[in-house]
């Protein structure tokens, strides 16, 4: 019995243990990501850089600084953030879900695997390396800012091309080491470390704007009670299911008796997590960069105005975000969520929904009831990203965080704290069964 009580003392001490480096690891990547954070590129003056960012607040430039956690007004090597890595994973999940020999790979164990995340890796490589040319041939043309550039000559373009596509590429590689050997995912892990660390300055900025609009105590309650408001909301909706029953009948015995076991098929209502908002910003980025060029290099006015009703705060803005957010729910959604192979699926498996006959029947059934939940969706992620800018608009009311950052960072707590719970619970039985008979036999 001692012997017993002992050995299981000793299952539970290495859990502990191996819990403990896990999350020994992931501060010590965090503290690594910080300590690169404040890594420059050379040749940028970094003051006049920082006070031009300044001017930028509430721009597409400071939705791009969202997204690289502030290191773009560090200059940093991490300017570009892991919006690369983020991109090259979605076009390789479009182009699994589209081209066959791809998806083929995909579905070939662990080894298909490995070869998906090595495209991955060199599509990132192209997207930073893309990216980089773009920021260091712009930089030096625009005026506002190009005081900042020391020397604007080919050792100029070679550093930062280099340090960007380093920092990039280095951040990939942190990401997915926190993933193997930390707790959670480790590119949302970064993402999520890069706003929270923003968001003192961001508190002290806020209670510095309301002291000189003197805004009440009422307005300030206001403000927390609605960001109490959206993260029930994301919390709510995240852990949130549409179950369809299913039926699956067996064989009793040899005259044909059936025993009828009853399930479920349960659909996620946010299937797509922060894919389209994220997706979306990266265009509204690509596109205000476009216009940005056109107006440096060609001069037309029409860019100038274009360039002014994208900003956002705009109703433009506005509108053009939110017809892009539908659009990539429901193109990703119907990607990731076929109906036709769900029903495919459940035929084989001698599975049926109730009232509803197989094959194209249920195929429409399954369709009908996905477009639904992709249209909430779509709707509850273009409220949460933009009821803040409302708010901004409207009512002034200074947010110290976006709609964007919310969402990121409520999904990544989420996910963080269901990693946590399963990697516990798959220890426990691992430990159940270790001790029993059956293992032991063997």
């Not at 001490?13 to 896990?22: D, P």
């Not at 959670?184 to 970064?190: P, Y």
């Not at 929270?196 to 307005?219: C, G, T």
Request: aromatic share 14%.
């Amino acid at each position: 019995m001692a012997t017993i009580i002992q050995s299981k003392l000793n299952n539970v001490n290495n859990t502990l243990v191996e819990l403990k480096q896990r999350i020994i690891f992931l501060i010590f990547s965090i503290i690594i990501f910080r300590v690169g954070f404040f890594i420059p590129i050379p040749g940028i003056n970094h003051t006049v850089l920082s006070n031009f960012l300044k001017l930028q607040n509430g721009t597409v430039i400071d939705l791009f600084n969202m997204f690289s956690g502030g290191a773009l007004s560090y200059a940093s090597i991490f300017s570009l953030g892991i919006m690369p890595y983020i991109s090259a994973s979605i076009i390789m999940q479009l182009l699994t879900l589209t081209i066959k020999k791809l998806s083929n790979i995909k579905k070939s164990g662990e080894v298909g695997k490995k070869k998906i995340n090595q495209y991955i890796r060199y599509i990132t490589l192209l997207i930073a390396i893309f990216q980089s040319i773009g920021i260091a041939l712009t930089l030096p043309n625009i005026s506002s800012v190009a005081q900042m550039i020391e020397h604007p000559d080919l050792y100029f373009y070679f550093t930062t091309i280099l340090s960007l596509c380093t920092g990039t590429i280095l951040l990939m590689w942190l990401g997915e080491l926190i993933t193997e050997c930390g707790i959670g995912n480790g590119i949302s892990m970064i993402m999520f470390i890069g706003i929270v660390a923003k968001m003192p300055l961001s508190i002290s900025s806020m209670i510095r704007n309301m002291k000189l609009i003197h805004m009440s105590l009422l307005y300030l309650c206001f403000i927390f009670l609605l960001l109490f408001v959206l993260i029930f909301c994301i919390v709510f909706i995240e852990s949130s299911y549409r179950k369809i029953v299913l039926y699956h009948s067996k064989q009793r015995n040899l005259h044909k008796m059936y025993v009828m076991q009853h399930t479920h098929l349960p659909l996620k209502i946010n299937m797509s997590g922060v894919i389209p908002a994220i997706f979306a910003s990266s265009v509204i980025i690509l596109l205000s960069v476009v216009i940005s060029y056109f107006k440096v290099h060609v001069g037309f006015l029409f860019f100038s105005v274009l360039e002014y009703y994208i900003k956002p705060g705009t109703v433009c803005y506005i509108l053009l975000y939110s017809i892009l957010i539908f659009l990539f729910c429901f193109f990703y959604d119907n990607l990731v969520c076929n109906p036709r192979e769900i029903s495919e699926n459940l035929k084989k498996s001698g599975v049926f929904i109730p009232g509803i006959r197989p094959g194209i029947q249920t195929t429409r059934y399954i369709n009908n009831i996905i477009n639904r939940l992709i249209f909430l969706n779509a709707l509850y992620i273009i409220f949460v990203v933009l009821i803040p800018e409302f708010f901004k608009i409207t009512m002034h009311i200074p947010f110290f965080i976006g709609g964007n950052s919310l969402l990121i960072i409520v999904v990544v707590v989420i996910d963080f704290i269901a990693q946590f719970q399963t990697f516990m619970i798959s220890n426990k039985y691992n430990i159940f069964l270790k001790k029993s008979p059956l293992r032991m036999n063997r």
